[in-house]
């Protein structure tokens, strides 16, 4: 049985480039009481069952039993988690004599961001106190505005406004609006974006149009940040070892030229858990030869590591 030391550390500098190695994780946790835990974790191309258990010196040290599992059995086992899946890239860093993890967490620690066009819930109304007179039924006539042309609800349970808060940003809802006594008495409400936080305040009679404003411009802004994020993570390689070291050092997708062959697509593979992505319509000239063996190139094709 192995013994799992955790400390936590304040990261200064480029550590990616510090790197030996990345890889990708995707986990999530079948069960947790008492601080022991089932943990599910695909890393790359394999994947692990974890058992932990309880800590008796704060959480300093705790043991730890893992096995490898088949990857389709974990795809499986992911379905049971328990809350949200964690998806983060891992990179080994050695410093002095030491080797260092540094997770890498992707969405950020708040929970999900959902682009509009895809949310269940686009607008989700946060009444604020309440209990006090009018504010329930000014949410619910909010409500009863924005649901010709939007996903929308109130969260009129129990809990306290932070925790709503809270919950609406784990969840993703893209727009939470926030509206109290106050703001009824001042003809406003707030609305709050998920994807970047900011408030916003809104005149209750513009509710509809400020919304679907505001929505459409979620939608756009997170697209053209993933395209961004997406380009500048793609590289181009024009031979085999640098093919290599780009997948070794850096996450995101290569393009590279291929002789067609099925046999330079299995290897790349089998030695690097690599696959083709995408055969672009609009093809790139990258240079004459393919990638792998050598021979004369027929297309240019996206390659990723499958995860
Ligand atoms: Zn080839």
Redesign the pocket.
């Known amino acids: 049985m192995a013994q799992e030391i955790e400390r936590k550390f304040l990261v200064a500098g480029d550590y990616k480039s510090a790197a030996v190695s990345s890889s990708h994780i995707v986990q999530g946790y079948i069960c947790s009481t008492g601080g022991r835990t089932v943990r599910v974790r695909l890393r790359d191309e394999r994947a692990y069952l974890t058992i932990k258990g309880a800590s008796d010196d704060g959480g300093l040290s705790r043991f730890e039993w893992e096995t490898e599992i088949p990857s389709g059995d974990a795809r499986e086992l992911l379905h049971l988690a328990v809350g949200a899946l964690i998806d983060k890239h891992r990179y080994l860093v050695p410093v002095g004599r030491h080797i260092f993890e540094v997770d890498e967490f992707h969405g950020d620690n708040e929970g999900l961001v959902m682009p509009p066009k895809v949310a269940p819930v686009q607008v989700c109304i946060v009444p604020i106190q309440q209990k006090k007179e009018a504010v329930l039924e000014k949410a619910y006539e909010l409500r009863g505005r924005l649901k010709g042309n939007f996903r929308v609800k109130v969260d009129d349970t129990d809990k306290t406004p932070g925790y709503k808060f809270a919950e609406a940003e784990m969840r993703g809802y893209p727009i939470r609006v926030e509206i109290g006594p106050k703001d009824i008495e001042a003809g406003k409400c707030v609305l709050c974006r998920r994807d970047t936080r900011e408030k916003l305040e809104v005149a209750l009679d513009e509710l509809e149009e400020k919304a679907g404003e505001l929505l459409d411009t979620i939608q756009r802004e997170m697209l053209e940040r993933a395209r961004v994020h997406r380009d500048t993570h793609t590289y181009e390689a024009r031979d085999f070892e640098e093919f290599q070291r780009i997948f070794a050092e850096k996450a995101g997708f290569v393009k590279a030229m291929?002789?067609?062959?099925q046999?330079?697509e299995d290897l790349i593979k089998e030695k690097m858990s690599v696959t083709s992505r995408c055969m672009p319509f609009e093809q790139e000239h990258l240079s004459d030869t393919?990638?792998?063996?050598?021979?004369t190139a027929k297309k240019m094709v996206y390659w990723g590591k499958a995860y």
Do not use: E, F, L, Q
């Open positions: 291929w002789c067609g062959d046999a330079c393919c990638v792998c063996c050598g021979k």
